[in-house]
């Protein structure tokens, strides 16, 4: 009876089991969200209902709690850490830079906001990822032609900025009408960090100083080098966030009205809601994510994939890539898709074709050289996941029964060789018989 009930309890929550743990969802929803104070929770949970609404588990905790951690037996617990703590100079229980840096080497995704109170903590946290904010620990950015009109004449800290990315896929196909609000630190990228990118930039015109004092010396950060919204996609395709200013994230910025300086046009609503859900989206892959599979190639007219190709055999390669939509797996189609057939250096580069429904496609000769090659397939475009798929193969010469028999280029030496057997039997046959 015992082992009846086991069997009825394990065919029940089976199915569970296999739909929590699909291998096909690019991401699992469980998420971290430390904070300076509690009260965040509310102060921000536009912010926070925009994530639950796309399917993330967000799980509060104060930066602080002693009983917080990244993994358990060395298994993480979270797939996704938010930062709201601006100004915590040590995190609780086993959480410090080296764990949240090894997070995000796990492939996992990151999002820090700080402000004016940002600590060393964080600050360190930030360069590692590429960023560095102003060493000025009372400085904000200032603009004094792109600023949000408001009823604190002078003050023009609060910035209106609508210097986005001009990309589709990172926040969205749907135009971003109006300003985005910022107020907050300013910060730098690396220009030699090729994975780092800027999401919002500040107006030529912007710098970063303490509005509480006169600038004795020029500021160190100005015009549109002052980056406001950053973002990084690490090689393993980690996404990381890191924003100058935790106010941009709050309810006030996201339902307050918006009027850029020297515009006549009032928006009802700033674009901070926007477009912060649709990064977030790509943060978190819910857009921008691919996938290949069923990666084979074969000789033409064959279907089974050798093991060993000979010099000058026709082969075809065939590769499938899909793009998560946020609910299901849709085919990616694009032009740009190239392989290569490496041994060294590439002696074969092919850009695929496809068939509009996520089948590239190619076909080439195998080059006259033999020893061992790869399939080597790298795709990296701005705002996508990158692939990196490669497959060895080795390549033979012609066995010695396989050469032609005759060459129709040789047929000189052929009659040059009888035309001396023959002369030289008639050459004997008139020595031997003649008088």
Same mark, same amino acid.
């Given at each position: 009876?015992?082992?009846?009930?086991?069997?009825?309890?394990?065919?029940?929550?089976?199915?569970?089991?296999?739909?929590?743990?699909?291998?096909?969802?690019?991401?699992?929803?469980?998420?971290?969200?430390?904070?300076?104070?509690?009260?965040?929770?509310?102060?921000?949970?536009?912010?926070?209902?925009?994530?639950?609404?796309?399917?993330?588990?967000?799980?509060?905790?104060?930066?602080? @709690? &002693? *009983?917080?951690? %990244?993994?358990?037996?060395?298994?993480?617990?979270?797939? =996704?850490?938010? $930062?709201? +703590?601006?100004?915590?100079?040590?995190?609780?229980?086993?959480?410090?830079?080296?764990?949240?840096?090894?997070?995000?080497?796990?492939?996992?995704?990151?999002?820090?906001?700080?402000?004016?109170?940002?600590?060393?903590?964080?600050?360190?946290?930030?360069?590692?990822?590429?960023?560095?904010?102003?060493?000025?620990?009372?400085?904000?950015?200032?603009?004094?032609?792109?600023?949000?009109?408001?009823?604190?004449?002078?003050?023009?800290?609060?910035?209106?900025?609508?210097?986005?990315?001009?990309?589709?896929?990172?926040?969205?196909?749907?135009?971003?009408?109006?300003?985005?609000?910022?107020?907050?630190?300013?910060?730098?990228?690396?220009?030699?960090?090729?994975?780092?990118?800027?999401?919002?930039?500040?107006?030529?015109?912007?710098?970063?100083? @303490? &509005? *509480?004092?006169? %600038?004795?010396?020029?500021?160190?950060?100005?015009?549109? =080098?002052?980056? $406001?919204? +950053?973002?990084?996609?690490?090689?393993?395709?980690?996404?990381?966030?890191?924003?100058?200013?935790?106010?941009?994230?709050?309810?006030?910025?996201?339902?307050?009205?918006?009027?850029?300086?020297?515009?006549?046009?009032?928006?009802?609503?700033?674009?901070?809601?926007?477009?912060?859900?649709?990064?977030?989206?790509?943060?978190?892959?819910?857009?921008?994510?691919?996938?290949?599979?069923?990666?084979?190639?074969?000789?033409?007219?064959?279907?089974?994939?050798?093991?060993?190709?000979?010099?000058?055999?026709?082969?075809?390669?065939?590769?499938?890539?899909?793009?998560?939509?946020?609910?299901?797996?849709?085919?990616?189609?694009?032009?740009?898709?190239?392989?290569?057939?490496?041994?060294?250096?590439?002696?074969?580069?092919?850009?695929?074709?496809?068939?509009? *429904?996520?089948?590239?496609?190619?076909?080439?000769?195998?080059?006259?050289?033999?020893?061992?090659?790869?399939?080597?397939?790298?795709?990296?475009?701005?705002?996508?996941?990158?692939?990196?798929?490669?497959?060895?193969?080795?390549?033979?010469?012609?066995?010695?029964?396989?050469?032609?028999?005759?060459?129709?280029?040789?047929?000189?030496?052929?009659?040059?060789?009888?035309?001396?057997?023959?002369?030289?039997?008639?050459?004997?046959?008139?020595?031997?018989?003649?008088?």
């Amino acid at each position: 009876m015992a082992k009846l009930i086991a069997f009825l309890t394990l065919t029940l929550i089976l199915p569970f089991l296999c739909t929590s743990f699909s291998p096909e969802r690019p991401t699992d929803r469980r998420v971290l969200v430390l904070l300076d104070d509690l009260a965040l929770k509310s102060s921000h949970s536009f912010f926070f209902k925009s994530l639950q609404s796309c399917g993330f588990d967000l799980d509060f905790k104060l930066a602080e @709690n &002693p *009983k917080i951690g %990244l993994q358990r037996y060395g298994q993480y617990l979270y797939d =996704a850490l938010i $930062l709201f +703590s601006p100004a915590v100079d040590r995190f609780g229980g086993s959480i410090d830079v080296a764990a949240i840096l090894d997070f995000v080497d796990s492939g996992r995704d990151l999002i820090i906001a700080s402000d004016v109170n940002a600590s060393d903590l964080v600050r360190e946290i930030a360069i590692e990822c590429g960023v560095d904010f102003d060493e000025d620990s009372a400085a904000l950015v200032i603009d004094h032609t792109s600023y949000a009109v408001s009823g604190t004449e002078g003050d023009h800290t609060l910035i209106a900025s609508d210097d986005f990315i001009n990309s589709d896929v990172i926040l969205g196909s749907r135009k971003i009408e109006a300003p985005v609000l910022f107020q907050g630190l300013g910060h730098t990228i690396n220009p030699a960090n090729s994975l780092v990118m800027k999401v919002l930039s500040a107006s030529p015109s912007a710098y970063s100083a @303490n &509005p *509480k004092s006169k %600038l004795s010396n020029p500021p160190s950060l100005t015009g549109s =080098a002052v980056s $406001l919204v +950053s973002v990084v996609q690490a090689r393993n395709n980690a996404r990381v966030l890191i924003s100058g200013s935790l106010s941009m994230f709050s309810n006030r910025f996201f339902r307050s009205g918006v009027q850029k300086a020297g515009s006549s046009i009032k928006y009802e609503k700033s674009g901070n809601e926007q477009f912060l859900t649709e990064l977030s989206k790509w943060v978190f892959h819910e857009r921008g994510h691919l996938k290949a599979e069923n990666v084979r190639h074969h000789k033409v007219g064959e279907a089974d994939e050798p093991a060993i190709y000979r010099i000058n055999d026709d082969l075809e390669y065939w590769v499938e890539i899909y793009e998560w939509s946020g609910s299901s797996w849709e085919p990616y189609v694009t032009d740009d898709v190239q392989v290569q057939f490496y041994m060294m250096s590439p002696y074969v580069l092919k850009t695929l074709s496809t068939d509009q *429904k996520g089948r590239y496609f190619t076909s080439f000769r195998v080059p006259d050289v033999y020893g061992v090659f790869q399939f080597k397939l790298e795709y990296n475009r701005l705002g996508y996941t990158s692939l990196s798929l490669s497959k060895q193969i080795p390549v033979r010469p012609f066995r010695h029964n396989e050469y032609e028999r005759f060459i129709p280029a040789a047929y000189p030496y052929y009659g040059a060789a009888f035309s001396m057997m023959v002369g030289f039997f008639i050459f004997t046959a008139v020595h031997l018989y003649s008088k």
